[in-house]
């Protein structure tokens, strides 16, 4: 009987190794990803997102918000990178020196040429699976933004938001925010 050898997981020791080579290196389920730096379009939505939910945050005392590169160690097989994310005040106990050592409160993820089925796909489904409460994926193509919230069923789609029709982005997480999409898509 010949046995079957069974695929290598990569582990947190082994990411801590990886080259520091401007790439997006991450781990999931012990897969590694590897993803090239993003394109000016990107850059300038993580920026708009990120000032409007860092001010916000910050103004009102409900937590901290992060942008790439800045490693989440979810597990000892999955450490991801992603575009921004918040940690609530009443979780901040999860930020130390180096990281983010569990579940952000929210991640938000902007689409790039060839991350697409990994964000809507891959990442969400690890991210509903550790709880992480609320999932953006923001698409600069489209202009579009998909919200999950995690319920006891899992992720559940709570809106899909479009520049076009003019539409405001809120989340419980952060109560009174009201972003309209043309303030993140420019």
């Not at 930020?95 to 929210?106: A, H, R």
């Not at 993820?109 to 891959?122: A, K, M, N, P, Y």
């Amino acid at each position: 009987m010949a046995s079957q050898s069974r695929p290598v997981k990569y582990t947190v020791e082994d990411y801590l190794l990886f080259p520091d080579d401007g790439k997006r290196h991450e781990l999931i389920d012990g897969d590694h990803y590897v993803t090239p730096s993003p394109n000016t379009k990107h850059q300038r939505i993580v920026r708009n997102l990120l000032f409007a939910l860092h001010s916000f945050a910050t103004r009102h005392r409900l937590g901290e918000v992060f942008a790439a590169p800045y490693d989440v160690i979810l597990s000892e097989i999955d450490v991801v990178e992603p575009d921004l994310l918040f940690v609530s005040a009443g979780r901040a106990a999860i930020i130390t020196d180096k990281n983010v050592q569990g579940q952000p409160d929210l991640v938000v993820e902007v689409l790039s040429e060839g991350t697409r089925r990994t964000d809507e796909v891959i990442k969400r489904k690890r991210y509903e699976q550790f709880g992480i409460k609320e999932y953006w994926i923001v698409d600069p193509e489209l202009e579009t933004v998909k919200v999950y919230r995690l319920t006891d069923k899992g992720y559940v789609r709570a809106a899909e938001l479009s520049k076009e029709t003019d539409d405001t982005l809120t989340t419980p997480l952060l109560p009174n925010l009201s972003l309209p999409l043309t303030e993140i898509f420019g």
